[in-house]
């Protein structure tokens, strides 16, 4: 979801490890929001270690890393939930002990059994979620207007709409509001969403990637941006609460993120003890509430760990029913992921 947006919009600094790395170190390949200081520091503290965080932008990326790294180098790593599969199929993950990563507290549909286990194994745990939506300015857009997908091809805001320059979620929702889920979204299926597809780019002004479509809204360039949500409003909100976003009656789709311990880690039991911070309830309000990006935390506990405010912005009281409309990312195979970044490739050029 926002893997492409985390080097560009954050202040975390990369660090590459020593081969030699004491032991009171311990080394992650993450996202920008597993970087904030006031989320590593409670559990750099209380286990007197010191986490080197380096950023990556897409699972492709962190594979190669891991690749080209030296066994060892690496503990733990983020990933998205639906890429949990590509790393176990490259035996890069150790399997996790189930009474040492719980998810009685979780969100029930956030537990994702079937992207963090395979054959009754756990290798990975959900740690983040969140939504590619709508995000929109109130003061210049109707809100009744953001409960319906279909008000996009409407005609009332051609030239005002932005759209995320990610082509899953992208297509997820044009397939969402053609009454196409996006588990069903492949072979043929894809062509279809090419009509609908071009009529949204030619009522947008532009597609551009996180940190572009965020500028774009808060400078009022857009007024709703396709494919948002609260990773982009929320750190605004502050300085700008007509920013808002929401979840239409026909749905929207649902990133998520999940922590994993590596299979050649030299500290094995550090490193599922950082998995089980970050899945705490104190850890997960922490990293909700990220310095780099907000989303929901998996563990529904760290309700208590967060303010009201902070509750309010998250719209942690709607999950019930964002979660029963919500539709996880398409997972498309070899051949139709292909088409999907044809198809994309000729709307961005269209």
Request: glycine share 6%.
């Amino acid at each position: 979801m926002i893997r492409t947006a985390c080097a560009a919009i954050t202040f975390a600094t990369a660090v590459t490890p020593l081969a030699a790395q004491a032991a009171s170190e311990l080394n992650a390949l993450i996202w920008c929001d597993h970087a904030d200081p006031a989320l590593l520091e409670p559990f750099e503290k209380a286990h007197d270690v010191k986490v080197n965080t380096k950023e990556y932008q897409g699972t492709a990326e962190g594979l190669t890393i891991l690749e080209q790294s030296r066994p060892g180098d690496w503990d733990v790593m983020v990933i998205d939930a639906i890429d949990v599969g590509r790393a176990i199929d490259r035996d890069v993950l150790a399997p996790l002990p189930a009474e040492a990563v719980s998810t009685a507290d979780f969100f029930p549909e956030l537990v994702m059994a079937s992207h963090n286990t395979r054959d009754g194994i756990i290798y990975a745990v959900t740690d983040k979620f969140g939504y590619n939506t709508l995000a929109y300015n109130r003061s210049k857009v109707d809100p009744k207007d953001m409960t319906s997908l279909n008000t996009l091809w409407s005609g009332k805001y051609d030239g005002r709409i932005g759209i995320y320059d990610y082509y899953l979620p992208a297509l997820g929702i044009v397939g969402i509001a053609q009454g196409l889920p996006t588990s069903d979204l492949n072979g043929d299926k894809i062509e279809t969403l090419r009509e609908p597809l071009m009529k949204l780019k030619a009522a947008s002004k532009q597609v551009a990637d996180v940190v572009g479509s965020q500028t774009a809204l808060a400078t009022g360039e857009v007024d709703i941006l396709v494919g948002g949500g609260e990773f982009l409003t929320a750190n605004l909100h502050a300085e700008n609460p007509d920013l808002d976003w929401t979840i239409p009656a026909e749905g929207a789709v649902l990133w998520a993120e999940s922590i994993a311990v590596l299979k050649d880690s030299q500290q094995p039991e550090l490193a599922l003890e950082f998995v089980k911070y970050l899945t705490s309830p104190e850890g997960q309000a922490r990293l909700a509430t990220s310095a780099c990006y907000w989303g929901m935390p998996a563990n529904a506990k760290a309700g208590e760990h967060l303010t009201p405010e902070q509750k309010t912005v998250l719209r942690w009281d709607e999950q019930s029913d964002y979660l029963k409309r919500a539709q996880l990312y398409p997972i498309p195979s070899a051949d139709d992921d292909a088409a999907m970044q044809d198809l994309w490739t000729d709307m961005l050029q269209n």
